[in-house]
């Protein structure tokens, strides 16, 4: 099962930007990881196709699982 981190940021254009972590470290701490999105939009490095970054607006963690089959 695969767990990625998903960061959003509302951008100047009022739009939803995303940023994903692979394999993020649990139970999430909150306060870091705002805190975290916080110095990421200080540090004014992301432009999206929206804008930049001006706000933390949510993270979540997303479980994938995926199952192959074999087609014969």
Same mark, same amino acid.
């Given at each position: 099962?695969? &767990? !990625?981190?998903?960061?959003? =940021? $509302? !951008?100047? =254009? $009022? &739009? ?8 993020? &470290? ?5 306060? /870091? #990881? *705002? ?7 200080? +540090?004014? /490095? =992301?432009?999206?196709?929206? $804008? *930049? =970054? #001006? +706000?933390? *607006? ?7 699982? #995926?199952?192959?089959?074999?087609? #014969?």
């Amino acid at each position: 099962m695969a &767990k !990625t981190l998903e960061l959003q =940021f $509302g !951008t100047e =254009f $009022g &739009k939803t930007a995303r940023l994903s972590l692979d394999n993020p &470290k649990e139970p999430i701490d909150e306060e /870091v #990881v *705002k805190l975290a999105m916080e110095q990421i939009i200080a +540090a004014d /490095v =992301f432009t999206t196709a929206s $804008g *930049k =970054f #001006v +706000a933390a *607006k949510g993270v979540r963690v997303i479980e994938r699982n #995926v199952t192959d089959y074999e087609l #014969v």
